[in-house]
């Protein structure tokens, strides 16, 4: 030990603060700074070690290499009389397994510690570090709730930047070995990724795993592997999975459990495939309450619910009489009460509060029939349609004005477009305002209309009507002025036919954007508290409130998935109990009848073999998981096998490979996965953002639709083999259809044009056969004719277009025997001899409520 005042350099030792097998830390003062700093002195004994040695130079220059708030900064590398030391800031708290000592963590603050844990691992990754050795003892809490990753005496680089090191730990049971002799184990037993504990060095994924590791122990205050020996210890990393965190008695919200277990997944590419995905979405739940934990929760509700339609009316009173139950169970406020406002079976989207706060208008679909306005007063079981034939409800002003949809169409899931048109309360005829408006929104003195519709692929956010505020290429949901009138707040849905986002607000002239409490599973309505500034929302089977200056709070929890649609100024809330399922049906050659092939709770088709044999579909429910689950499925209806993770997208021509897009990778990359014995290829590993893809008939190319960040989405080519993909077409073109002969793509451009795009270069050619509004499946068997189907048409129609003569047949009418609640059929497949038929249906079921919050 060295006493006080001796000197290291311009270091003057004040005292010892610990000591370990590697060595002793000082307290020490920078003699030219007259800062205080911490001063780790290599063991005397390991001075002529030369791998210890290495490990302790390799910790101070992989630290240093890397400036971020949650790892330990290193100012200073020396040595003084044969005396190697480190110099780094200064910490006053404890570490994280002395917290862990006292017992488990709360949800909340494991969270928040989680997510800098892993914003630290992400600026290491990024640089090329390795942590490879990630425990609570080199975890440091501060006095002030701030975490700092230490030791990076174990890295590995994954780029050839510094030297790398390795040397046994000095007081837990760790393996090592040099990184060059593969086959022996590195790392510390229990938090050891699998494919560290088979020999191998592993890379970032395996500090993901041991994150999640971490994580679990701050949340049951015991290790997600344990065994009564070592051995033992990492046979259990290998083949079993840590225990449920109901079975050991510990209230875990179902998100939180959801990332742990993707972290600890065995395979190294079923895991989080970044630690800045990890951040991210760890960093959402930091906010979290005793209120939304229950006793093992499933996933969070995601737009869909498992709730049959025989008993979505006896469900909805079930489940909306148990909301507020946390809040009522611990005497925080009285249970609210439900008024329900409608009793048919169909499909509410938007509803709002007339300025009388009595009064509701809703735009409704009933048993099938298109979407109409009607109105409802709570003192009455019977609504009354406005006559304004095929309309949705926007917005309501307070001067008695409204805002409605004509002819509103389906452009995607959940999303209508049509002409905006104005109409007083009062009667009279509809005036039309703009054409392709999404959602609209009164400003409060009732003057001027906030809409959103879609611009050249992007939607967009205008206020006045033609200036716009704010783009995205996702898509804006349920725009809402706050009293004042100065601030919009909304839904930014990142990912298109995906209902995750986030709460938006930016000033009405534009400036100021933020977002609030990060991004949700699923959101579906959003409201301004008329007399407090703060937004509530809808997300999964909860309510929320939120400010610009807090975390978000639990108001409401429901059994089912539930809808926000207005506030009125009495604080009473306009919400709607939705059941939702998404189908599969076949129609195959010789049966007399359809087939069922839907799996779990939310079965959308994406592909068909060419041979009708197999279907490639996704799980986007619940089921699925927030990542959603790829799935392939013979049409006879045997049992449908798990793929993997991600979006579904297209079957290889000789059925060995389906193409997905994991969305747990920013930007989301393509991969293939294997129908049969084999692991999964990585496609793309650039920063192009992938939305959709399909092979190219040669087997060796994919076609895929993608955007660079500023940049509207293209059509590229990309090989199967590697390198760099390459632009087909001119931005604002979408598409994934290529010619028998693989020599052009056929793309539609924003202004809803079909063209033939030469894969070589040249000149587009325009086709003419076909319409703006189709969606093209497949080509026929002639090579020449185009198989086209309807997207948000009930029925659904089957085309097949000629592109050289436009001759233009009907195949098929598509439409399940019950038409309640259907709000789409498709997408729609087809083989090219016609034998073969596949689609999908969408249903929602719909009971309109008001909650008085006592």
């Given at each position: 030990?060295?006493?006080?005042?001796?000197?290291l350099?311009?270091?003057?030792?004040?005292?010892?603060?610990?000591?370990?097998?590697?060595?002793e830390?000082?307290?020490?003062?920078?003699t030219?700074?007259?800062r205080?700093?911490a001063?780790?002195?290599?063991?005397?004994?390991l001075t002529?070690?030369?791998?210890?040695?290495?490990?302790?130079?390799?910790?101070?220059?992989?630290?240093?290499?890397?400036?971020?708030?949650?790892?330990?900064a290193?100012?200073?590398?020396?040595?003084?009389?044969d005396?190697?030391y480190?110099?780094?800031?200064?910490?006053?708290?404890?570490?994280?397994?002395?917290?862990i000592?006292?017992?488990?963590?709360?949800?909340?603050?494991?969270?928040?510690?989680?997510?800098?844990?892993?914003?630290?691992l992400?600026?290491?990754?990024?640089r090329?570090i390795?942590?490879?050795?990630?425990?609570?003892?080199?975890?440091?809490?501060t006095?002030?709730?701030?975490?700092?990753?230490?030791?990076?005496?174990l890295?590995k680089?994954?780029?050839?930047?510094?030297?790398?090191?390795?040397?046994?730990?000095?007081?837990?049971?760790?393996?090592?070995?040099?990184?060059?002799?593969?086959?022996?184990?590195?790392?510390?037993?229990?938090?050891?990724?699998?494919?560290?504990?088979?020999?191998?060095?592993?890379?970032?994924?395996?500090?993901?795993?041991?994150?999640?590791?971490?994580?679990f122990?701050?949340?049951?205050g015991?290790?997600?592997?344990?065994?009564?020996?070592?051995?033992?210890?990492?046979?259990?990393i290998?083949?079993e999975?840590?225990?449920?965190?109901?079975?050991?008695?510990i209230?875990?919200?179902?998100?939180?459990?959801?990332?742990?277990?993707?972290c600890?997944?065995?395979?190294?590419?079923d895991?989080?495939?970044?630690?800045?995905?990890?951040?991210?979405?760890?960093?959402?739940?930091?906010?979290l309450?005793?209120?939304?934990?229950?006793?093992?929760?499933?996933?969070?509700?995601?737009?869909?619910?498992?709730?049959?339609?025989?008993?979505?009316?006896?469900?909805?009173?079930?489940?909306?009489?148990?909301?507020?139950?946390?809040?009522?169970r611990?005497?925080?406020?009285?249970?609210?009460?439900?008024?329900?406002?409608?009793?048919?079976?169909?499909?509410?989207?938007?509803?709002r509060?007339?300025?009388?706060?009595?009064?509701?208008?809703?735009?409704?679909?009933?048993?099938?029939?298109?979407v109409?306005?009607?109105?409802?007063?709570?003192d009455?079981?019977?609504s009354?349609?406005?006559?304004?034939?095929a309309?949705?409800i926007?917005?309501?002003?307070?001067?008695?004005?409204?805002?409605?949809?004509?002819?509103?169409?389906?452009?995607?899931?959940?999303r209508?477009?049509?002409?905006?048109?104005?109409?007083?309360?009062?009667?009279?005829?509809?005036?039309?305002?703009?054409?392709?408006?999404?959602?609209a929104?009164?400003?409060?003195?009732?003057?001027?209309l906030?809409?959103?519709?879609?611009v050249?692929?992007?939607s967009?956010?205008?206020?006045?009507i033609?200036h716009?505020?704010?783009?995205?290429?996702?898509?804006?949901?349920?725009?809402?002025?706050?009293?004042?009138?100065?601030?919009?707040?909304?839904?930014?849905?990142?990912?298109?036919?995906?209902?995750?986002?986030?709460?938006?607000?930016?000033?009405?002239?534009?400036?100021?954007?933020?977002?609030?409490?990060?991004?949700?599973?699923?959101?579906?309505g959003?409201?301004?508290?008329?007399?407090?500034?703060e937004?509530?929302?809808?997300?999964?089977?909860?309510?929320?409130?939120?400010?610009?200056?807090?975390?978000?709070?639990?108001?409401?929890?429901?059994?089912?998935?539930?809808?926000?649609?207005d506030?009125?100024?009495?604080?009473?809330t306009?919400?709607s109990q939705?059941s939702?399922?998404?189908?599969?049906?076949?129609?195959?050659?010789?049966a007399?009848?359809?087939r069922?092939?839907?799996?779990?709770?939310?079965?959308v088709?994406?592909?068909?073999s060419?041979?009708?044999?197999q279907?490639?579909f996704?799980?986007?429910?619940e089921?699925?998981?927030?990542?959603?689950?790829?799935?392939?499925?013979?049409?006879?209806?045997?049992?449908?096998v798990?793929?993997?993770?991600?979006?579904?997208?297209?079957?290889?021509?000789?059925?060995?490979?389906?193409?997905s897009?994991?969305?747990?990778r920013k930007?989301?990359?393509?991969?293939?996965?294997?129908?049969?014995?084999?692991?999964?290829?990585?496609?793309?590993?650039?920063?192009l953002?992938?939305?959709?893809?399909?092979?190219?008939?040669?087997?060796?190319?994919?076609?895929?639709?993608?955007?660079?960040?500023g940049h509207?989405?293209?059509l590229?080519?990309?090989?199967?083999?590697?390198?760099?993909?390459?632009?087909?077409?001119?931005?604002?073109?979408?598409?994934?259809?290529?010619?028998?002969?693989?020599?052009?793509?056929?793309?539609?451009?924003?202004?809803?044009?079909?063209?033939?795009?030469?894969v070589?270069?040249?000149?587009?050619?325009?086709?003419?056969?076909?319409?703006?509004?189709?969606v093209p499946?497949?080509?026929?068997a002639?090579?020449?004719?185009?198989?086209?189907?309807?997207?948000?048409?009930?029925?659904?129609?089957?085309?097949?277009v000629?592109?050289?003569?436009?001759?233009?047949?009907?195949?098929?009418?598509?439409?399940?025997a019950?038409?309640?609640?259907?709000?789409?059929?498709?997408?729609?497949?087809?083989t090219?001899?016609e034998?073969?038929?596949?689609?999908?249906?969408?249903?929602?079921?719909?009971?309109?409520?008001?909650?008085?919050?006592?």
């Amino acid at each position: 030990m060295l006493a006080a005042d001796t000197q290291l350099g311009p270091y003057k030792i004040v005292g010892a603060i610990g000591a370990g097998g590697m060595g002793e830390v000082y307290r020490a003062v920078d003699t030219r700074l007259g800062r205080h700093v911490a001063v780790k002195v290599l063991t005397q004994h390991l001075t002529n070690d030369v791998e210890a040695t290495r490990r302790f130079e390799t910790e101070a220059r992989a630290a240093g290499q890397i400036n971020h708030p949650n790892i330990l900064a290193i100012y200073d590398i020396g040595i003084e009389d044969d005396k190697r030391y480190i110099v780094s800031e200064l910490l006053e708290g404890e570490s994280l397994r002395a917290r862990i000592r006292q017992g488990s963590i709360p949800p909340r603050r494991a969270a928040d510690y989680a997510a800098q844990m892993a914003r630290g691992l992400a600026a290491a990754h990024e640089r090329g570090i390795i942590h490879r050795d990630l425990k609570p003892e080199n975890l440091f809490i501060t006095r002030d709730g701030h975490v700092k990753i230490l030791d990076f005496g174990l890295v590995k680089l994954m780029a050839p930047r510094i030297p790398g090191a390795v040397a046994g730990d000095e007081h837990e049971v760790t393996m090592a070995a040099s990184p060059t002799e593969p086959g022996r184990l590195l790392g510390t037993v229990g938090y050891m990724a699998p494919e560290q504990v088979r020999g191998g060095t592993g890379d970032h994924r395996s500090d993901i795993f041991a994150a999640g590791a971490i994580l679990f122990e701050m949340l049951a205050g015991r290790p997600a592997f344990r065994g009564d020996s070592p051995i033992e210890t990492l046979n259990a990393i290998l083949k079993e999975d840590p225990p449920d965190f109901y079975e050991l008695g510990i209230r875990v919200p179902g998100a939180l459990e959801r990332v742990v277990r993707h972290c600890l997944e065995k395979s190294p590419d079923d895991r989080f495939q970044s630690a800045r995905d990890l951040a991210f979405d760890v960093g959402a739940m930091s906010g979290l309450t005793s209120q939304n934990i229950s006793i093992r929760r499933g996933p969070p509700m995601r737009l869909r619910d498992v709730i049959l339609p025989v008993a979505i009316a006896a469900a909805a009173i079930v489940a909306l009489g148990g909301a507020y139950f946390a809040g009522a169970r611990r005497g925080t406020r009285p249970p609210p009460t439900f008024t329900r406002l409608t009793y048919r079976s169909g499909t509410i989207l938007n509803a709002r509060f007339a300025p009388d706060g009595q009064t509701v208008f809703y735009g409704a679909r009933w048993a099938g029939s298109p979407v109409t306005v009607f109105s409802v007063r709570s003192d009455s079981p019977e609504s009354r349609d406005l006559g304004f034939g095929a309309s949705e409800i926007l917005a309501v002003s307070s001067t008695g004005q409204l805002a409605i949809s004509m002819q509103p169409r389906f452009i995607g899931y959940l999303r209508q477009s049509g002409t905006l048109a104005q109409v007083p309360i009062a009667g009279g005829a509809p005036r039309p305002l703009a054409e392709d408006v999404e959602a609209a929104e009164w400003s409060p003195d009732g003057k001027q209309l906030a809409i959103v519709h879609s611009v050249e692929g992007r939607s967009r956010l205008e206020y006045p009507i033609g200036h716009p505020i704010y783009t995205t290429v996702g898509w804006i949901t349920h725009p809402r002025f706050n009293g004042r009138g100065d601030r919009i707040a909304f839904v930014d849905h990142p990912f298109v036919n995906d209902d995750r986002g986030s709460i938006v607000t930016i000033a009405a002239n534009g400036t100021d954007k933020q977002v609030l409490g990060g991004e949700w599973d699923s959101v579906n309505g959003l409201a301004w508290r008329p007399d407090r500034d703060e937004v509530w929302f809808a997300a999964n089977r909860e309510l929320y409130s939120i400010t610009m200056r807090a975390k978000p709070k639990l108001v409401a929890t429901t059994a089912g998935w539930l809808w926000l649609h207005d506030i009125a100024r009495d604080g009473r809330t306009l919400v709607s109990q939705q059941s939702q399922r998404g189908g599969i049906i076949a129609l195959l050659p010789g049966a007399t009848g359809e087939r069922d092939l839907s799996w779990l709770d939310y079965s959308v088709v994406r592909d068909l073999s060419a041979d009708g044999t197999q279907v490639a579909f996704s799980e986007s429910g619940e089921a699925g998981g927030s990542l959603f689950g790829v799935y392939l499925r013979t049409v006879d209806g045997s049992p449908a096998v798990r793929l993997g993770e991600g979006t579904t997208e297209s079957i290889s021509p000789d059925g060995k490979w389906v193409l997905s897009i994991p969305r747990n990778r920013k930007p989301p990359q393509i991969v293939m996965l294997p129908t049969g014995t084999g692991q999964p290829r990585a496609v793309t590993n650039d920063a192009l953002n992938h939305r959709s893809a399909r092979w190219f008939p040669d087997g060796k190319h994919i076609l895929f639709q993608g955007y660079a960040a500023g940049h509207a989405p293209q059509l590229w080519i990309q090989s199967i083999d590697g390198g760099p993909p390459r632009a087909i077409t001119p931005e604002n073109v979408g598409g994934t259809l290529v010619t028998p002969d693989s020599t052009r793509v056929l793309g539609r451009t924003a202004d809803r044009h079909f063209f033939f795009f030469p894969v070589d270069g040249g000149a587009p050619q325009p086709v003419t056969a076909l319409r703006g509004g189709d969606v093209p499946i497949r080509f026929a068997a002639d090579g020449v004719s185009v198989y086209v189907g309807t997207f948000g048409r009930i029925p659904a129609l089957l085309e097949k277009v000629n592109v050289l003569t436009g001759a233009r047949t009907t195949v098929r009418e598509l439409r399940p025997a019950d038409p309640s609640g259907l709000i789409n059929i498709g997408p729609v497949f087809v083989t090219p001899d016609e034998k073969t038929l596949v689609y999908s249906y969408t249903r929602l079921l719909s009971d309109l409520y008001v909650m008085n919050a006592r």
